[in-house]
């Protein structure tokens, strides 16, 4: 059966919800004028996602174009898609660790907690990027004993 259907699916939600945050950015910024950090924030959120929604709508589009019966053969086309996706995922919500550990600290300044916080937010970064680098040096990686590199 073809992923097409799903691939549809799955990139029609995540431009809905891409939408959504750029109103709700733009609305919080508009309604209340925001610190420094707030702002950057938000923008580098903003940029992050965006980069990873046109990947997303890349490949679907590169999925359709290639007729392709099923969704890892154009991963194996295209083998920076998926690490690029990755990047983007992680960095995004690495933005998001950063704001909320930082509002720990200026809440509560426990430096024992903030510590581990940011030890499993680099460990959680560094597994990652691990990951996405050898996605991009040996595509012929088997998950659930599927080949990448068909």
Known sequence: MSDLPY???GS?????????E????GFYILSSPPNRLFRWSLG???LIDTACTAVVCYNVYFYIQ??????LS??????WTLPITIIC????????????IHRFWKITRNKLV???ACTLMVSHLLVHWTLAINLLANPAVTTLNTNLAM
Do not use: Q
């Open 7 to 9: 691939l549809l699916a």
């Open 66 to 71: 290639l007729g392709s019966a099923d969704l």
């Open 74 to 79: 154009s991963f194996s086309n295209e083998p």
């Open 89 to 100: 995922t992680y960095h995004a919500a690495m933005v998001e660790e950063v704001f909320f």
């Open 12 to 20: 029609c939600i995540n431009v809905l919800f891409y939408g959504t």
């Open 22 to 25: 750029i109103g709700l950015g």
């Open 114 to 116: 903030t510590l581990v």
């Open 44 to 46: 580098i959120s903003l």
